[in-house]
């Protein structure tokens, strides 16, 4: 079994890197690697609650996070100073996450052999 | 007068910082697509600028889109067809 690490660094919405990511540790997930989920900058914001992308046009993707843990994807880290930088605590998110460090979060991602970013 | 389109995440592009240090009294600024989240921008060194201007506006489309709800009564929310209004009443429009 293989260990991948995916990093979200974008804002969902303004672009297709969220869905993206999201796609590809379901795959992954499914093909029963182990996964992370790292959400670092502005992808701490593809977490939020709340989210009605509808009336832009865009699919609804965010409901997706919820569904991670059928996939056997339970590791989700967020960078705590990235969420605290935009006003923005642990009870805005959609889904139960972990709350790292910079540092921490850097001790983790090195656990794992594959590393993508998005 | 210019209104001033910002697009991009202010958390980051320097857009939002350099788009106010280039506005006069009488400019509009207005946040679209990922620019919206500018909200959460209180602890910024950008916000006190903003707060100390007239005419800036937020798509609220935008703002649902991204779950974000809350906006402060400085920034006017604005639905698609008053941003078209909007463009016709500048001068000239900008888009960063």
């Known amino acids: 079994m293989q260990s991948i690490a995916i990093i979200n660094r974008h804002a969902p919405h303004g672009s297709s890197h969220g869905q993206e990511a999201l796609d590809l540790a379901l795959v992954a997930g499914s093909f029963g690697q182990e996964v992370g989920l790292f959400f670092i900058g502005d992808g701490v914001f593809q977490l939020l609650r709340q989210q009605q992308p509808e009336t832009i046009l865009r699919k609804n993707y965010s409901k997706t996070f919820a569904a991670l843990e059928f996939y056997d994807i339970n590791t989700i ?8 930088e935009r006003g923005l605590g642990e009870d805005d998110l959609s889904v139960a996450v972990e709350l ?3 540092t921490a979060l850097t001790t983790r991602l090195k ?6 970013s998005f | 007068m210019i209104l001033h389109l910002l697009r991009s995440s202010p958390f980051s592009a320097l857009d ?3 788009s106010l240090a280039l506005m006069d009294q009488d400019d509009g600024l207005l946040l679209m697509q990922d620019a919206v ?6 602890d910024q060194p950008w916000f006190e600028q903003l707060q100390q ?7 609220k489309e935008d703002m649902q889109a991204r779950g974000l709800s809350h906006c ?3 920034i006017e929310q604005v639905d698609y067809s008053k941003f078209v209004t909007l463009t016709l009443t500048f001068d000239q429009v900008v888009t960063w």
Not at chain 2, 37 to 42: D, K, S, V
Not at chain 2, 53 to 59: A, N, S, V
């Open chain 1, 77 to 84: 880290i967020v960078c705590q100073d990235s969420l605290k």
């Open chain 1, 100 to 102: 790292l460090s910079p």
């Open chain 1, 111 to 116: 656990q794992f052999q594959h590393i993508v």
């Open chain 2, 16 to 18: 939002i910082a350099q």
């Open chain 2, 37 to 42: 989240y500018a909200l959460q921008g209180q």
């Open chain 2, 53 to 59: 201007r007239q005419g800036i506006y937020i798509l």
């Open chain 2, 72 to 74: 402060p009564s400085f």
